[in-house]
């Protein structure tokens, strides 16, 4: 492979890696996520749970979230609608949708 030449995942390898890391919880032990369809073959829908960080506003709660993972992931971040209100400026408190990638619960 010539130099400066970047080798490019598929999508699908790329989400099976990560639906692997979620069910396992290798990644982050306050987010748990999973497929919401197990016969969807491009692992678009998928279901999330995050605990709310300690020390902060959101400690002890528990947010239900759906990601949306469009054709165009990774190179495109997923949509992401909370089912759990959330009081956040990021956060449509109307429809659940997230505004911008940038969202985090902190303090």
Avoid at 4 to 12: A, C, F, K, L
Avoid at 36 to 65: A, K
Avoid at 85 to 102: H, P, W, Y
Wanted: net charge negative; hydrophobic share 30%; with cysteine.
């Amino acid at each position: 492979m010539p130099m400066g030449t970047s080798v490019v995942v598929p999508r699908n390898f790329r989400l099976l890696e990560e639906l692997e890391r979620g069910e396992k919880g290798l990644g982050d032990p306050s987010v748990s996520l999973g497929m919401d369809d197990s016969d969807d073959v491009y692992m678009r829908s998928w279901t999330g749970t995050i605990l709310g960080p300690h020390n902060s506003v959101h400690e002890g709660r528990i947010y239900q979230v759906k990601l949306f993972c469009d054709k165009d992931y990774p190179d495109k971040p997923p949509s992401v609608r909370f089912y759990s209100r959330v009081n956040m400026t990021c956060i449509n408190q109307e429809t659940g949708l997230a505004f911008s990638t940038s969202c985090k619960l902190a303090a």
